[in-house]
């Protein structure tokens, strides 16, 4: 794997997609989820060699992008969090970013890349 690896999780397919090409596109190595519950999954077995998380707010499933956040965030303090949505910020775990839709993709690297 190479030194960066991201973990996308987004519902709509198109837009975890989009985000997923866009970090592909700067070299990083990318890893889909669609809902909350396969990404701390995911999170659970490969956390240690994540260097970041993107998480939409609002995900399909019994856990949102907030609840996601929060259980990375526990389990892996170091780990750069970004949550994006298309609503108003909502609460936002310590040390996690909040880009509201929709962004310019330069902020979104930006972000990811902190």
């Known amino acids: 794997m190479s030194n ?10 198109l837009q975890r997609e989009c985000l997923a090409d866009l970090l592909r596109s700067e070299g990083l190595e990318v890893v889909e989820c669609a809902n909350g519950e396969v990404a701390e999954l995911v999170l659970a077995s490969t956390g240690a060699e994540l260097r970041a ?9 019994e856990m949102s992008g907030v ?11 170091g780990l750069n ?11 936002i775990p310590q ?4 880009l509201m839709k929709p962004y ?11």
Do not use: C, H, N, W
């Open 4 to 13: 960066f690896v991201a973990l996308i999780v987004d519902d709509d397919p």
């Open 53 to 61: 998380l993107v998480t939409d707010v609002e995900l399909g499933g």
């Open 67 to 77: 609840e996601l956040a929060q259980y990375a965030k526990r389990r892996f303090p």
């Open 81 to 91: 969090v970004v949550m994006i949505s298309g609503q108003g910020p909502p609460y």
């Open 95 to 98: 040390d996690t970013r909040f």
């Open 104 to 114: 310019q993709p330069q902020q979104l690297l930006e972000a990811v890349l902190k």
